[in-house]
């Protein structure tokens, strides 16, 4: 089974969660500013939220899949105001007519004072578990 990492990260909240996703798939975590250039089954996406929204870079790389190189896509990411970033990149996800796996993983992020050291040792620990769950 062949699978891939992208992520954006601002804070870098979303690296540690795209390098644990690789420490335990074996793929390589990489920046969404690296496009897919082969076929994947399971394609890892994270996204942090700022100001209410994910960075449109995550749209830019959405807009460059395509149903026949992804077979499903796995949301993850954190935030510090809203709930999740997953429906966001869900809705455009699922726009490109890419399959979105209905598990997602969403956890505290930090910004500033709000939520002070998250993602956290927990955070990380449950965000491990979740992708040995996969």
């Known amino acids: 089974m062949k699978t891939a990492i992208r992520y954006y990260s601002k804070f870098g909240h979303t690296t540690k969660m795209a390098q644990i996703a690789s420490e335990l798939t074996g793929a390589k975590a990489e920046l969404v500013s690296v496009p897919l250039t082969e076929p ?14 994910v960075d449109a870079s995550i749209g830019e790389f959405i807009k460059t899949l ?16 809203i709930k999740s970033p997953v429906p966001q990149m869900r809705a455009m996800l699922e726009a490109q007519g890419i399959k979105v796996a209905d598990q997602e993983f969403t956890c505290r992020g930090s910004m500033g004072p709000v939520h002070m050291g998250h993602p956290n040792k927990e955070d990380l620990d449950n965000f491990r578990k979740f992708v040995n769950n996969e």
């Open 40 to 53: 994947v089954d399971t394609l890892y996406l994270g996204a942090g939220v700022f100001m209410g929204k």
């Open 66 to 81: 395509k149903p026949e190189m992804v077979g499903r896509v796995v949301c993850f990411g954190s935030c510090a105001i």
